[in-house]
């Protein structure tokens, strides 16, 4: 299975990381380290370059920018606050690692502007449903990332339920694929590659969390790749008592069950310690393999 982004194409017939890279001055795990402020643009530009650099250079295959915060209770942000953070990350990055450059975004600007500048994904945690999204992350012509989300950033962990929440994320992502291959028909443009997102975290308790987890086999279609991020989420804080700086041990065994249960893209906020698990695991299986054959 290969996606082309822009002018690379990736393979994922194995995993793959995503590494984070947030210019928000919010970020729940980084604390705005790379936020673009008028009086330090030039300096935190050069801090979220090296920061993708490194994360390229420990075997990251995508660099997730964001520069609207999606954690529990944030507030919207405005379309041109998201263009000055995003914008001149991605035209930075996209001269100068050699990874596919991720736009974590909902916003119709960001994503046509961003394409223009070298970025190689659209990743919508909204799955196009802002207004004006969808047509306008077709008309890139790239892969396009859809997340399931129960409510907005702002309430979407105000109690959420579900009849049955690895069903119910099923129908939503079906719909959704639906409704971007008719709306390229329409546009008269080719149907982007698509790839699924259960949203971890996004309208859900812990009990929802573990349950999509263990059901991510039955997500996977034929020829659509799953990402799944659960990189030092809150859940791992609640189920183990950790903080968000010890919860990489606990983002690293989700990963590997993510890996398991048939993910392709891990987006992490760790690269070289997810890798090296992904790693073990792969030699792991290759080994069954031989060892059965």
């Known amino acids: 299975m290969k996606i082309?982004?822009?002018?690379?194409?990736?393979?994922?017939?194995?995993?793959?990381?995503?590494?984070?890279l947030n210019v928000t001055p919010d970020s729940f795990f980084d604390g705005g380290k790379h936020y673009q402020s008028s009086a330090q643009q030039s300096l935190t530009l050069d801090s979220a370059i090296r920061s993708a650099e490194q994360m390229v250079a420990q075997g990251a295959a995508f660099v997730d920018v964001g520069g609207e915060s999606t954690r529990p209770g944030a507030s919207p942000v405005s379309v041109q606050q998201e263009c000055d953070r995003v914008l001149p990350v991605v035209e930075a990055l996209a001269a100068r690692v050699d990874a596919v450059i991720s736009v974590d975004t909902s916003t119709p600007l960001v994503m046509v502007e961003s394409s223009k500048l070298g970025a190689g994904l659209i990743n919508d945690v909204r799955a196009l449903e802002r207004e004006g999204a969808l047509s306008a992350a077709i008309s890139t012509e790239l892969p396009i990332c859809l997340m399931h989300m129960q409510g907005s950033p702002r309430s979407m962990q105000d109690n959420p339920a579900y009849d049955q929440v690895v069903d119910d994320v099923k129908v939503y992502l079906s719909q959704r694929i639906a409704c971007v291959q008719k709306a390229a028909a329409g546009l008269g443009k080719p149907a982007p590659q698509i790839i699924l997102d259960p949203g971890f975290g996004f309208g859900k308790t812990d009990e929802h969390n573990l349950a999509l987890l263990r059901g991510l086999p039955l997500l996977l279609k034929p020829g659509v790749p799953l990402l799944v991020g659960l990189s030092r989420k809150s859940m791992i804080g609640r189920l183990l008592g950790r903080n968000v700086e010890n919860r990489l041990p606990g983002s690293l065994a989700l990963a590997m069950l993510a890996v398991q249960n048939g993910a392709r893209i891990v987006r992490v906020h760790d690269v070289a310690e997810t890798l090296d698990v992904i790693k073990i695991l792969e030699l792991t299986l290759i080994g069954e393999q031989v060892n059965g054959a």
């Open 4 to 20: 082309t982004c822009g002018s690379r194409t990736v393979d994922l017939s194995g995993p793959k990381i995503m590494g984070v």
